[in-house]
Structures are given as structure tokens and as C-alpha cells.
């Protein structure tokens, strides 16, 4: 059974930054493509950023690139989340997922984690 946990989530003022952490225990971490997801009051869930096997492969959303990275740390079993340049319209929860491979579906989800950005 994979588990994800994530952590770091609080009120920031607009303009301030924030880094997620979601820790993964189950099977082995390193052969899954991890993502982060949020979903903002009244919005659908919507992915923000997803990182490959070794940290060489990156995606991202539009709306955050240039101002969100993601990284991982396989020795410590956690995926990141650094976010800068927080926006108000960056209020959502954010969820981490685990899938596979890049062209399957996301199968492990965390709790989530609330991140609100102040005006």
C-alpha cells in the first residue's frame, strides 16, 4: 500500500513563497512519476507541476511556470513543491499523486494540503 503525506501547506501574503513536501512510504518511490495537484474554491482540480523517475524530466502549468519548481529526493522518499511569487489565485488545496509511467493515471493520492495567499 503506497501512502503519500503532504506537509508545508499555510497562509502566505501575496508576493511570499511556500514549499510543499509530500513523503511517500509503500513501494519503491523512485519508479514513480510524481505530480502536484491543486483545486481552488469552486474550480476543478487542475495539475500543476509532475517530475520523472530522476529528477530530469519536469512539467508544468502556464499559470506557474517561472514561479513554481519541482523537485524529489529519492533518498528521503519525498517529492517537492517551492513555490515563489505567490498569487492570490494560487489559494487551493494542493494534492501529490503517484502514477507509473508517464502515460498512465495517477493511482496514489494524498490528503491534501491548503495553501491561501492573501491580497
Known amino acids: 500500500q503506497v501512502q503519500l503525506v503532504e506537509s508545508g501547506g499555510g497562509v502566505v501574503p501575496a508576493g511570499g513563497s511556500l514549499r510543499l513536501s509530500c513523503a511517500v512510504s509503500?513501494?519503491?518511490?523512485?519508479?514513480?512519476?510524481m505530480g502536484w495537484f491543486r483545486q481552488g474554491p469552486g474550480k476543478e482540480r487542475e495539475v500543476v507541476a509532475a517530475?520523472?523517475?530522476?529528477?530530469?524530466?519536469?512539467r508544468y502549468a502556464d499559470s506557474v511556470k517561472g514561479r513554481f519548481t519541482i523537485n524529489r529526493d529519492n533518498a528521503k522518499n519525498t517529492v517537492y513543491l517551492q513555490m515563489n511569487s505567490l498569487k492570490p489565485e494560487d489559494t487551493a488545496v494542493y494534492y501529490c499523486?503517484?502514477?507509473?509511467?508517464?502515460?498512465?493515471?495517477?493511482?496514489?493520492w494524498g490528503q491534501g494540503t491548503q495553501v491561501t495567499v492573501s491580497s
Open positions: 499523486a503517484a502514477r507509473t509511467a508517464w502515460d498512465t493515471s495517477y493511482d496514489y
Open positions: 509503500g513501494r519503491t518511490f523512485s519508479s514513480y512519476v
Open positions: 517530475i520523472g523517475w530522476g529528477s530530469g524530466s519536469t
